[in-house]
């Protein structure tokens, strides 16, 4: 069977949730026998792993510089061009990059939008962004004959999108590469690290994490609880401004190396996020057995529950403080027992193989 995948971009070439997933499913279908895959993308260097052997194919990338929906506009004429030329039986699209002349592919075509940020805009300005990409994704996704949902909250999102067409929505979730053997648990004493992952942006709750670590450091118990802050963006400079609490560490952009390192040095993960799809931050904290504490968005309850972690309302400070300060009470067994069960879980339910699996078997279904 011939798959294509469609995609804007490719780790490490570039960066995001949606250009992660695209090489690691891409890598992980090339392993499995009877599948021919092709993968078009827009960069001129080989980047998968020749003995895979995976057909790149580039195409112009995206000009970041000019109106950015007429450009997907454009690179999706360009991977149009391309699906004609090698007629594959079954083609993956990541995100928008199958639009253009999306009617010749429709019967053969798998859509997986991602996180679904245009549907989750808290402001009135994100809404109003949002809203042609919010119309464009529609369209797309009435023409596809799968969309992937990540679940959750997610699902219902997208069932309304494509109701009273023929389009499907199933849930195939994001995956992570699961060590075999359980690493191990932090077992030093000192206050609860938590660590927290990704962009230093309003939509990402570090507003909220920053009151906690001032409210415990109010409270005299700053000692209690270390936060342990990797990442940057727009909110570094007001952060700084504003003065860094002492309970607070601005770890800054941090490679794959380090964040490894991060993952095994922290007690448990913090994402107190307004909207997310299923982010990769939880599941590979899962994967080094780290609980984790995370706002009830996107498809987080899929991951994470009272046996994983915390659960938190989106926006609820005081509800992420009483996390913090329940899973600072917790013995070292305690916490341990949460990271288990959430390396258990990744290990069976989100693993690559697992997930490349599901997607074949959808992409059969259409062959």
Do not use: N, P
């Given at each position: 069977m011939h798959i294509a995948l469609c995609t804007d971009g490719v780790f490490p070439l570039a960066m995001g949730g949606m250009q992660r997933h695209s090489r690691l499913l891409a890598e992980e279908l090339a392993r499995t026998p009877g599948v021919r895959l092709t993968v078009i993308h827009p960069h001129t260097a080989p980047i998968f792993d020749a003995r895979l052997g995976i057909t790149e194919v580039t195409v112009e990338p995206i000009d970041t510089a000019r109106f950015y929906l007429r450009e997907l506009w454009r690179y999706s004429e360009r991977v149009a061009k391309v699906l004609d030329r090698i007629s594959p039986d079954v083609v993956l699209s990541q995100g928008y990059t199958v639009w253009s002349g999306i009617e010749r592919f429709s019967h053969k075509l798998i859509v997986n939008p991602h996180g679904l940020?245009?549907?989750?805009?808290?402001?009135?300005?994100?809404?109003?962004?949002?809203?042609p990409f919010r119309f464009t994704l529609r369209h797309i996704l009435r023409r596809a004959a799968i969309c992937i949902s990540l679940g959750g909250r997610l699902t219902p999102i997208l069932q309304q999108q494509v109701k009273g067409v023929h389009t499907r929505v199933i849930t195939v979730p994001n995956a992570v590469h699961v060590p075999e053997v359980m690493p191990a648990y932090p077992v030093d004493g000192g206050p609860l690290r938590l660590l927290f992952v990704g962009r230093f942006a309003f939509n990402k709750g570090l507003d909220l994490l920053i009151q906690v670590a001032r409210r415990l450091e109010g409270e005299g118990k700053g000692d209690v609880v270390h936060f342990l802050l990797a990442g940057d963006g727009p909110l570094m400079a007001e952060i700084k401004a504003n003065g860094v609490p002492a309970n607070v560490e601005l770890l800054g952009k941090i490679d794959d190396e380090g964040l490894f390192k991060a993952y095994h040095h922290c007690h448990a993960l913090v994402l107190p996020t307004r909207f997310e799809g299923m982010p990769t931050v939880v599941l590979e904290a899962m994967a080094q057995a780290r609980p984790a504490i995370v706002s009830d968005v996107g498809a987080t309850a899929e991951l994470i529950d009272g046996s994983t972690g915390r659960l938190l309302p989106k926006g609820d400070v005081d509800a992420l403080y009483q996390a913090v300060i329940d899973l600072a009470s917790l013995s070292v067994s305690a916490r341990a027992?949460?990271?288990?069960?959430?390396?258990?879980?990744?290990?069976?339910?989100?693993?690559?193989?697992?997930?490349?699996?599901?997607?074949?078997?959808?992409?059969?279904?259409?062959?």
């Open positions: 940020e245009m549907f989750q805009g808290i402001t009135l300005r994100d809404q109003l962004i949002g809203a027992k949460l990271g288990r069960a959430a390396w258990e879980k990744a290990r069976a339910q989100y693993t690559w193989s697992a997930v490349a699996a599901r997607t074949l078997a959808l992409a059969k279904e259409l062959r």
